[in-house]
């Protein structure tokens, strides 16, 4: 798979990378997991990263929808208390966090579903999920520019100090 060039790439992979601590996390905390509709049935075969990349290679979203991604994904774990992060439900909040961003935010943004397809799921379920994750998150889509630079800085900081990601400030 064709690789996303440049700063996009970095924070890509950066974005990846917190979101897969961010699962491991979570499944180490001991407790009943709710389940959402963001859960797949099973474990997918893709990781985290590749998908993020293949979203990245497909569609024509700019680096911002995928630092507005994290964001989005950020606030529903904060704002909805019970939600967790896992690997059956992250691959399916990504993509509809990376809709989202692009509807919000660039000009050119893709239909559902396009992003259906480039997802792995159907233009159906990816209507309901985008419905879903509006809803838990208030339909508060708006990201001001100080919490923008912020997550910018905190993912670019990531890829060049962390050891998930310290080859990638070689790279980018």
Same mark, same amino acid.
């Given at each position: 798979?064709?690789?996303?060039?440049?700063?996009?790439?970095?924070?890509?992979?950066?974005?990846?990378?917190? =979101?897969? @601590? *961010?699962? *491991?996390?979570?499944?180490?905390?001991?407790?009943?997991?709710?389940?959402?509709?963001?859960?797949?049935?099973?474990?997918? =075969?893709?990781?985290?990263?590749?998908?993020?990349?293949?979203?990245? *290679?497909?569609?024509?979203?700019?680096?911002?929808?995928?630092?507005?991604?994290?964001?989005?994904?950020?606030?529903?774990?904060?704002?909805?208390?019970?939600?967790?992060?896992?690997?059956?439900?992250?691959?399916? =909040?990504?993509?509809?966090?990376?809709? *989202?961003?692009?509807?919000?935010?660039?000009?050119?943004? =893709?239909?559902?579903?396009?992003?259906?397809?480039?997802?792995?799921?159907?233009?159906?379920?990816?209507?309901?999920?985008?419905?879903?994750?509006?809803?838990?998150?208030?339909?508060?889509?708006?990201?001001?520019?100080?919490?923008? @630079?912020?997550?910018?800085?905190?993912?670019?900081?990531?890829?060049?100090?962390?050891?998930?990601?310290?080859?990638?400030?070689?790279?980018?």
């Amino acid at each position: 798979m064709s690789r996303p060039f440049g700063e996009r790439k970095a924070i890509c992979r950066a974005v990846s990378c917190i =979101l897969t @601590q *961010l699962c *491991l996390k979570y499944s180490e905390e001991d407790g009943e997991k709710r389940k959402t509709r963001f859960h797949a049935a099973e474990m997918p =075969l893709i990781s985290i990263e590749d998908y993020i990349e293949r979203i990245a *290679l497909y569609s024509s979203c700019s680096e911002s929808c995928f630092i507005l991604a994290l964001v989005y994904i950020d606030r529903i774990i904060h704002v909805n208390e019970d939600f967790e992060l896992c690997f059956l439900n992250i691959h399916r =909040l990504l993509i509809t966090s990376v809709l *989202l961003a692009a509807k919000f935010h660039d000009d050119d943004s =893709l239909g559902n579903s396009f992003f259906a397809e480039v997802g792995g799921i159907s233009c159906l379920e990816m209507n309901v999920l985008e419905i879903e994750f509006l809803y838990l998150l208030n339909f508060t889509l708006r990201v001001s520019s100080t919490d923008f @630079q912020r997550y910018k800085e905190e993912l670019k900081n990531h890829g060049k100090y962390s050891l998930c990601c310290g080859k990638l400030s070689k790279k980018a």
